[in-house]
C-alpha cells in the first residue's frame, strides 16, 4: 500500500487573487455576531428542555456544561447542533434532559452565568444532535482597511453574493497545531497506534476527510468545474437537499448545466468512507485518484466506518442575503496600518446568511487577506493556509460528521 503524508494543514481551493488587501476581524466579541438558524422549533412538551442563548467570551461546550450545571442536569445529556466561536458574540440552542416535574425557569433565572444571557427556554420530545440547524447568520465587521482597495473589494463581495464560492474546510478543521490529518492518516495507514478515546477518533477522521474534499475541490477549482456539474457528478439540490445522478450522456447532462448556472443545483465532492456514494464519469475517477493516492485501496477505509461512515459536501458555497455597509469608528486594537496608507484604514460590515457547514472566513478570504486580531498569531490567512491559526469559529459541525458534544 502506498500512503502519503498531507501537509500539516488542508490545501486551500486554488482561486483568490494573489494581491488581497488586509483586514482585520475579532477586534472585539462584537466584530464578529453570529446567530443559528434553527431546523425546527421545540414542541413545548417532553423532557429535553431546549435553552436559546447568547454567549460571549465562551466556547459552545463550555456554555452547555454550564448551562446543564445551572439546571441540575447531567453535562453529558446535554446537546447541540454547531460549535461557535469563543472570540464572538454567538447565538444558539442547546438541549438539557430534564423531568417533567422541574421548572427550568426558576433554575436559570437564579443561576450565576457570567458570558451567557438565556433568551428562551422550551420543552421538546429529544435531544439536539449535532447538524440540527438551517444555518448560520453573520454580521462581521472589518477594519484596517486601505480605503484606497474598499470599492474593489465590494465589487468582489457582491459577485460572492451572486454565484457563491468554492466552498473550502477552514484551517480550524485541522486541529490547533494543523496536523490532525497528518495523524490521521498515519492512524489509517498502520505507522501508529491511533486514539482510543472514539471522540478524539472522530474528529482526527473528520479532518482527514475535510483534507481530501479540499484538494478535491482545489482540482475542480484549477480546471474551472467546481461551480457547474459534469456528465457523472452527484448534484445536490438546494432548495431539498435530494442528491441525484448527472447522466454520463443525453439531454439531461444540458438541463443540469443550466440549473447549475442559476444556483438550483451544485456540484458534490467526497467526504469519504464506507457509506459515500461513488459519482461516475470523470468525476468519479479524479475522487477515486486523490484517495489511492492517499492510502492505496479505497477498501481501507471500511474499518473505520465508526469513525466516519461517509456523505457528500457541495463544493459550492451559496451566500444569500449579502450586504455591505460602512463599519463604526471602534478602534481595532493590534490591527496593522493599511499598506501605504498609515493610520487610513477603514472598515465595513459585512452580513450574510450560509447554509450549515460553511465558514464565513472561506467566504471573506477570497476578498481579503485577513488578521485574526483575536489569535496569537497574526495571520489567518486563506482558509487552508499553512501556519494559519485554527480559531474555533461559527458552526464546525458538518451533516453526518462528528462534534464535540459535552
Known sequence: ????????????????????????????????????????????????????????????????????????????????????????????TASVQLPLARDPAPLLEQAELPGI??????????????????????????????????????RRLADIGRAGVPNAFGPQRFGRNGDNPERALAWIAGRERGPRDRREQRLLFSALQSLWFNEVLARREADGTWSTVLPGDLAKKRDTGGLFLVPLEGPEVADAESRAAALSISATGPMFGRKMRWPEGAPGALEREVLIAAIGDPRRLDAFAHAGEGTRRPLRLEVDGLAVSPAGEAASAGAPEPAGDPGAGQGIVVSFVLPKGGYATTVLGRVFRLVDASAPQPSVGRPGA?????????????????????
Do not use: C
Not at 454550564?66 to 444558539?92: E, N, V, W, Y
Open 117 to 154: 444571557e438565556i433568551l428562551s427556554v422550551a420543552r421538546h420530545d429529544h435531544k439536539l444532535k449535532p447538524g440540527h440547524l438551517l444555518g448560520n447568520r453573520f454580521r462581521i465587521t472589518l477594519r484596517g482597511i486601505a480605503p484606497a482597495a474598499l470599492a474593489l473589494a465590494e
Open 1 to 92: 500500500m502506498t500512503t502519503t503524508a498531507p501537509p500539516a494543514a488542508a490545501p486551500a481551493a486554488a482561486g483568490p487573487p494573489g494581491d488581497l488587501p488586509t483586514a482585520v476581524l475579532r477586534s472585539s466579541p462584537a466584530d464578529f455576531v453570529v446567530e443559528e438558524l434553527p431546523a425546527y422549533a421545540p414542541s413545548g412538551r417532553g423532557e429535553h428542555v431546549f435553552v436559546t442563548f447568547r454567549k460571549t467570551g465562551r466556547t459552545t461546550p463550555d456554555a452547555v456544561r454550564a448551562i446543564a450545571l445551572a439546571l441540575g442536569a447531567d453535562p453529558g445529556s446535554a446537546g447541540f447542533a454547531g460549535m461557535k466561536d469563543r472570540h464572538a458574540i454567538t447565538t444558539q
Open 386 to 406: 499553512a501556519g494559519a491559526p485554527p480559531p474555533e469559529e461559527e458552526d464546525a459541525v458538518e451533516e453526518g460528521q462528528p462534534s464535540a458534544e459535552p
